[in-house]
T-cell receptor, first 115, second 113 residues
Framework: EAGVAQSPRYKIIEKRQSVAFWCNPISGHATLYWYQQILGQGPKLLIQFQNNGVVDDSQLPKDRFSAERLKGVDSTLKIQPAKLEDSAVYLC?????????????FGQGTRLTVV | KQEVTQIPAALSVPEGENLVLNCSFTDSAIYNLQWFRQDPGKGLTSLLLIQSSQREQTSGRLNASLDKSSGRSTLYIAASQPGDSATYLCAATQKNNNNDMRFGAGTRLTVKP
């Protein structure tokens, strides 16, 4: 079974530039999460999708961050414009739909450096 | 709002020692608690999932327990090895409309040869 795929693995951009991250969850997993992990901290939930609908985006800085999952499969997270404090690892995870008592699986993450 | 805490933040032990990592949570209305391992520069690898109705789960040298009433979970690692060195994270899945998953900050474990 293929795991959660994320790209790119690394990205360096200047502040005020825009960047996009892509995630392809495990096949059949309807729940998809995007997390931000700042160095030395635990992951913080940015947005959660159930199929192509947003379940929770309460911690997403909506003035600069956006995410979509148009066909209920892969997802894109965008930052525009980026700030220095956005430097972090962005993790995507997925979980099987219909039950919350299944494991969540994570991708390798995208390490973003804003200079 | 759920707060997940992991103590200690860092732990260093000699090889072969048995050890316990702690995770506490403030809201006991959870579906499950999941333990992850994170190696430097990598994503999270799932270790164990304990459902709210369960008391413990075992996988090889790992044993995770859950006491929902006291808001605590522990991860026991037997006969630690240098390859166990990593950051260990726990996450609670909330029993709410969103079923969101909240993480602790992790415990960074170093096992010395």
């Amino acid at each position: 079974e293929a795991g959660v795929a994320q790209s790119p693995r690394y990205k360096i951009i200047e502040k005020r530039q825009s960047v996009a991250f892509w995630c392809n969850p495990i096949s059949g997993h309807a729940t998809l999460y995007w997390y931000q992990q700042i160095l030395g901290q635990g992951p913080k939930l940015l947005i959660q999708f159930q199929n192509n609908g947003v379940v929770d985006d309460s911690q997403l800085p909506k003035d600069r961050f956006s995410a979509e999952r148009l066909k209920g499969v892969d997802s894109t997270l965008k930052i525009q414009p980026a700030k220095l404090e956005d430097s972090a690892v962005y993790l995507c995870a997925s979980r099987l739909s219909g039950t919350v008592n299944t494991e969540a699986f994570f991708g390798q993450g995208t390490r973003l450096t804003v200079v | 709002k759920q707060e997940v805490t992991q103590i200690p933040a860092a732990l260093s032990v000699p090889e072969g020692e048995n050890l316990v990592l702690n995770c506490s949570f403030t809201d006991s209305a959870i579906y499950n608690l999941q333990w992850f391992r994170q190696d430097p520069g990598k994503g999270l690898t799932s270790l164990l999932l304990i459902q709210s109705s369960q008391r413990e789960q075992t996988s090889g040298r790992l044993n995770a327990s859950l006491d929902k009433s006291s808001g605590r979970s522990t991860l026991y690692i037997a006969a630690s090895q240098p390859g166990d060195s990593a950051t260990y994270l726990c996450a609670a899945t909330q029993k709410n409309n969103n079923n969101d998953m909240r993480f602790g900050a992790g415990t960074r474990l170093t096992v010395k040869p």
